[in-house]
């Protein structure tokens, strides 16, 4: 029998993780140990954040198989609670839990303009596009109070510097004067994700996410503004989403994106328990099927780490995939290239920031 699924949150599980050998807490007597027994099991888990201050906020890499080599993630995990976020191991880095924690123990970066403005400024530094949610989504609900995405935007555009942005959240709006501006310079493309068209799989996937409806509103609305937009299909969880893949790529060609994609689940790490956990909890009936498909286009495993083909599985069903999105993208007339490959934005008119705390007036 499976368990009562924990509502509002994607992972159903706060195990410590033991990939890096990491100990954990042994009974020892204290009044810790007898708190549940006494107390009740917690009624609501809270979230908490923690602001953190890194010496850098520019992350780089040498990926040979994604579109840009540098990224700025304003925070580290991510309420929305997406059960397969793929980032989700990085909190394990912090002898935290890829499960609950990743989702209620937030980090928050307040000075990361300030730490981009400096980066910038520097003489050696050189522009190419900066990517942002890449690792945990700018616009996840704490946005609202930090408004750190926001100021990373505002020295982007001082500097004439280009953007990409992923998300999973309508919050993108409220940036939607700073992106406008920027996309008369062609300095920026969004690209939001929409996992499946039904609020309630939606609301089980990724609890804390803009329901599907609202994240193809926003795609309108940038598209209104002049923003260049990319409908993500993704994850397409096999015998789960794949369903909603023709009708996703009508929806978002309907209010106008330039471009659509598709990337297939990934099971990193402490993901791929988590993500069998999940299916345990609400669809027992469908674990093995779904489990089975994922792994005939991973050559047998859960999950496929390497270079190129972690982002093109292979098989009859990957195949199958590839040939219904490709036919749906050309009766909706989408382009199916990537976000970084469809917009060439502009690093030519990339100039320094001034430093010292004050923006261009002019």
């Not at 807490?25 to 140990?33: I, K, N, V």
């Not at 990934?266 to 994922?294: T, Y």
Request: glycine content about 6%; proline content about 8%; overall charge positive.
């Amino acid at each position: 029998m499976s368990q009562a699924p924990i509502h509002g949150r994607g992972a159903q599980s706060g195990s410590v993780p033991t990939r890096f050998g990491l100990s954990t807490r042994e009974a020892d007597g204290d009044w810790r140990d007898y708190m549940e027994s006494l107390d009740g099991p917690p009624v609501t888990l809270r979230t908490t954040v923690t602001e953190e201050h890194p010496k850098t906020i520019l992350s780089f890499n040498t990926s040979p198989d994604i579109f840009f080599d540098r990224s700025i993630n304003a925070y580290r995990g991510c309420e929305h609670g997406c059960v397969y976020c793929f980032a989700r191991p990085t909190h394990a880095y912090h002898d935290l839990s890829p499960g609950l924690d990743f989702e209620t123990r937030l980090f928050a970066k307040p000075n990361a303009a300030n730490l981009l403005r400096e980066t910038l400024a520097k003489p050696k530094y050189r522009p190419k596009p900066i990517a942002m949610g890449t690792n945990t989504d700018p616009y996840q609900p704490i946005e609202r109070t930090y408004r750190i995405t926001r100021e990373v935007l505002k020295v982007c555009l001082d500097a004439r510097h280009p953007v990409t942005i992923t998300t999973k959240s309508d919050r993108i709006i409220d940036d939607i004067d700073l992106l406008a501006e920027m996309a008369k310079h062609r300095l920026v493309a969004v690209a939001i994700s929409v996992t499946t068209l039904d609020p309630k799989l939606s609301s089980m996937l990724e609890p804390r996410a803009a329901a599907p409806a609202k994240r193809l509103k926003a795609l309108g609305h940038l598209v209104e503004a002049g923003v260049p937009t990319h409908c993500s299909i993704a994850p397409i969880i096999p015998a789960l989403t794949d369903e909603f893949m023709e009708e996703i790529v009508q929806r978002a060609a309907a209010v106008g994106v330039d471009s659509a994609g598709w990337i297939p689940l990934r099971l990193p790490h402490e993901v791929a328990p988590l993500f069998r956990e999940w299916l345990d909890v609400h669809f027992p009936e469908r674990a093995g099927k779904v489990m089975g498909i994922v792994r005939s286009i991973r050559s047998g495993k859960d999950n496929d780490p390497n270079f190129f083909t972690r982002l093109k599985p292979s098989g009859v069903w990957a195949e199958l995939f590839r040939t219904r999105f490709r036919i749906a993208c050309k009766r909706a007339g989408l382009s199916t290239k990537s976000t970084g490959a469809k917009f060439e934005l502009d690093c030519t008119r990339f100039r320094p920031p001034e430093t010292g705390g004050q923006l261009r007036l002019l």
